[in-house]
């Protein structure tokens, strides 16, 4: 059974940081991107950042270049995403997701871990 275990959500206050970490089982997953979505109440889901399989590759949305880093565990299964400079509006469920070659759609996700950012 193929799972992606997020951890590391929580509140914090403007200006603070945080890091996610979602570790991938249950099947190979070689050649699979693996990176990160996130909804907020109302919207719709959006793409946050992604990394390669090998980690030579990354990928940020606007919103959240130069604040987040996304980086993979000598594993390569597991990855982090280190939250810098939270606003308000980061504020939103955020999914870890994998698919093969590219990060698009998602193939595989997980269950969410909230992050709170109060003003």
């Known amino acids: 059974q193929v799972q992606l275990s997020e951890s590391g959500g929580g509140l914090v206050q403007a200006g603070g940081s945080l890091r996610l970490s979602c570790a991938a089982s249950?099947?190979?997953?070689?050649?699979?991107?693996m990176g990160w979505f996130r909804q907020a109440p109302g919207k719709e889901r959006e793409f946050v950042a992604a990394?390669?399989?090998?980690?030579?590759?990354?990928f940020y949305a606007e919103s959240v270049k130069g604040r987040f880093t996304i980086s993979k565990g000598s594993t390569k299964t597991t990855i982090y995403l280190s939250m810098n400079s939270l606003i308000p509006e980061d504020t939103a469920v955020y999914y870890c997701?994998?698919?093969?070659?590219?990060?698009?759609?998602?193939?595989?996700w997980g269950q969410g871990t909230q992050v709170t950012v109060s003003s």
């Open positions: 997701a994998a698919e093969r070659y590219i990060l698009q759609r998602g193939d595989y």
């Open positions: 990394i390669n399989w090998s980690g030579a590759r990354t």
């Open positions: 249950g099947r190979t997953f070689d050649n699979y991107a």
